[in-house]
């Protein structure tokens, strides 16, 4: 597909099917990632997937990771287990903040952020959807755990991907106008 045409039509897929993302398609996921902008070329990010049964047991992850768990009814339990079975591939963007002299955190944060815009752009490019989910759960000491990273990496997103299931909106039409001033020097 046109790349101008993926960048200004993409939208976010919330409902997402198989079958399953080709070993082919998630290899260019994760080359389109790789060309985020990276100061110092410091590789920050890394991505996990988590694909078939693996799934099941992130969602039992998410689960127990819940404060209160058992508290919450079979319903709302279901719901946080079945979570990472919205999509037939969840990518887990993390970024690994190391402390360097020139870049600061937030910018390693940002480059894997620009990671996850570029999947997002490449799924779509390929006929896929995804979403770009956070929640506390991206947040939470026991998911990090449960997914083996390091004391120093964080998630910046569990990216859902996968065959559109749903009638996705249109993107909507906004004034560049409103967004974009044209800085002129105070005399
Ligand atoms: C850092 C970040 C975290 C997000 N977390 C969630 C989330 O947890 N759940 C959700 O429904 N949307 C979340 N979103 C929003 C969706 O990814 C999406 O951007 C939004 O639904 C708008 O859709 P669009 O991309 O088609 O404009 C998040 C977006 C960002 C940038």
């Known amino acids: 597909m046109d790349a101008l045409k993926t960048l200004l039509e993409r939208v976010s897929a919330p409902q997402l ?6 070993e082919t398609q ?19 990010s890394r991505y996990i997937a ?3 049964e693996a799934r099941e047991a992130l969602g039992r992850i998410f689960l127990q990771a819940t404060p209160h768990w058992r508290e919450l009814s079979d319903e709302k339990q279901r719901k946080l287990r079945n979570m990472p079975l919205r999509a037939p591939l969840l990518l887990v963007a993390v970024c690994k903040v190391q402390s360097h002299p020139k870049v600061p955190r937030e910018e390693l944060l940002l480059s894997t952020g620009a990671g996850v815009q570029n999947i997002l752009n490449a799924a779509w490019a390929m006929g896929l959807g995804a979403i770009w989910r ?3 759960l991206a947040y939470n000491d026991q998911v990090k755990q449960g997914l083996e990273l390091a004391a120093d ?3 910046v997103g569990f990216v859902y991907v ?17 967004f974009l001033t044209k800085w002129t020097p105070k005399s």
């Not at 099917?17 to 080709?22: E, F, K, L, M, N």
């Not at 559109?164 to 909507?172: E, F, G, I, S, Y």
């Open 17 to 22: 099917t198989g079958p399953d993302v080709t």
């Open 26 to 44: 998630l290899q260019t996921l994760i080359q389109a990632a790789l060309r985020a902008p990276d100061h110092a070329w410091l590789r920050p």
């Open 50 to 52: 988590v694909q078939g």
């Open 134 to 136: 956070t929640g506390d």
């Open 153 to 155: 990496e964080e998630i």
């Open 162 to 178: 996968g065959h559109v299931n749903c009638r996705l909106k249109q993107a909507p039409q906004l004034d560049s106008a409103d």
